[in-house]
């Protein structure tokens, strides 16, 4: 039986919690504790402060887009252990005193800076992120790229008659930006196949030189054939990154760091797949942006390749049919937008794969908050 509630003492644990939040060691409870945080603001939340809340949210990326590009938080960010008063930051960022300390106000409202002092300002886990050279780079990529995509879905909707826009163009991305130009997507830094599949011991068993191991289809800048190149130095075996002409152009003249013993093809991904025999057939967030006819397509054109101990793995967002994220289902708002695509759920992957005349062979979910999922498919 649950003990009754303790609220008094439940706020206590919890205020104790937020004064010394590093305290939190164990993963899984934070992830609870969070989550948990999360859900009981809303819930306990009056109406003034939803419509706030719901109203307003584009007010958080904007003014932290400001932040950054003004530099405040790449500045308390340098000194983690040090306190700057408002002078000091205006004087580093050359931001206008007054507007600085009005800026700084509404940062420490929203948990993105703390104010120990009257005067005292420095970097929490929220200032860390924003001041990071590579999240803030991301956040800037979300707001200016995406935001006007996402503010255009309402329009693009209506005038579809809130049909499900697969594949349609122009999408909220056209509209939003007011251009025909084709949007890419991009990945923040996170778990990655590599935790989930273990390639050594399941797929490059036996190969020689000549196995083309990893085919890296619509691979991009081969961040991913980089990735397995360095996690398995030790392979024997062919990594092939496929692109469009125009996209491997780009890798030869300017190639990752580490981009070494990776062969570069340009490959339409609508045409028969030309590596014969591939070991893995890799696609990370290529299919998603993809109408389900086409999705079949692209699949089809990689099963004429395919021999037995190949696989094809779709690295995906996979969402939960109840109580998906709320970083999952944003990222299928943000496909929609730019796409007029959408993130599928197993069943609708299942469906694509069998019509492709295709089997499932086992579906594995490698980070719990966007779902992303590796569905690792074979001929039988
Ligand atoms: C969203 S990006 C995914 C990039 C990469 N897989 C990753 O996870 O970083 C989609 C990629 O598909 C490529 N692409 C689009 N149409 C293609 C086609 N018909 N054949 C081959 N590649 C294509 C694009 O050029 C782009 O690099």
Redesign the pocket.
């Known amino acids: 039986m649950v003990a009754p509630i303790q609220h008094e003492a439940l706020a206590e644990h919890i205020e104790a919690i937020l004064r010394n939040p590093e305290a939190m060691k164990d993963e899984r409870l934070r992830r609870r504790l969070s989550e948990g945080g999360r859900k009981l603001g809303i819930t306990l939340e009056d109406s003034g402060a939803t419509l706030r809340r719901v109203g307003y949210a584009h007010f958080q990326s904007a003014l932290a887009r400001t932040g950054i590009e003004a530099g405040v938080f790449a500045v308390l960010e340098a000194e983690l252990d040090r306190q700057f008063t408002n002078g000091e930051l205006a004087e580093k960022t050359g931001v206008d005193p007054k507007l600085s300390k009005r800026l700084l106000r509404y940062f420490q409202s929203q948990d993105i800076v703390s104010q120990p002092s009257v005067d005292g300002y420095r970097t929490n886990n929220v200032t860390r992120v924003l001041g990071s050279s590579g999240y803030g780079t991301s956040l800037l990529f979300f707001v200016k790229v995406m935001a006007p995509a996402v503010m255009a879905i309402p329009d693009f909707l209506k005038k579809q008659g809130y049909k499900d826009p697969n594949g349609v163009t122009p999408g909220a991305f056209h509209l939003g930006h007011r251009t025909d130009m084709h949007p890419?997507?991009?990945?923040e830094g996170r778990p990655s196949v590599f935790d989930v599949v273990d390639f050594e011991n399941d797929l490059a068993r036996g190969a020689t030189s000549s196995t083309p191991l990893f085919v890296?289809?619509?691979?991009?800048?081969g961040?991913?054939c980089v990735a397995f190149r360095r996690r398995y130095s030790n392979l024997v075996g062919r990594v092939i990154l496929?692109?469009?002409p125009?996209?491997v152009e780009q890798v030869m003249a300017h190639p990752l760091d580490g981009f070494e013993n990776i062969e570069v093809e340009a490959?339409?991904?609508?045409t028969p797949e030309t590596v014969k025999g591939g070991r893995a057939y890799?696609?990370?967030?290529?299919l998603h942006?993809w109408p389900d006819e086409k999705v079949v397509e692209?699949l089809v054109n990689v099963k004429t390749s395919m021999a037995d101990e190949s696989v094809i793995l779709i690295?995906e967002a996979v969402l939960s049919e109840r109580g998906c994220p709320w970083r999952a289902a944003q990222q299928d708002m943000e496909i929609l937008a730019a796409f007029s695509a959408y993130e599928r759920t197993e069943a609708e992957w299942r469906s694509l794969v069998e019509d492709a005349g295709l089997m499932v062979r086992d579906v594995r979910k490698y980070t719990e908050e966007y779902e992303d999922t590796v569905i690792v498919v074979g001929l039988t």
């Open positions: 890419f997507a991009w990945r890296d289809v619509g691979g991009a800048t961040s991913q496929q692109d469009v125009q996209v490959q339409n991904f609508l890799y696609f990370r967030n290529v942006e692209i690295d």
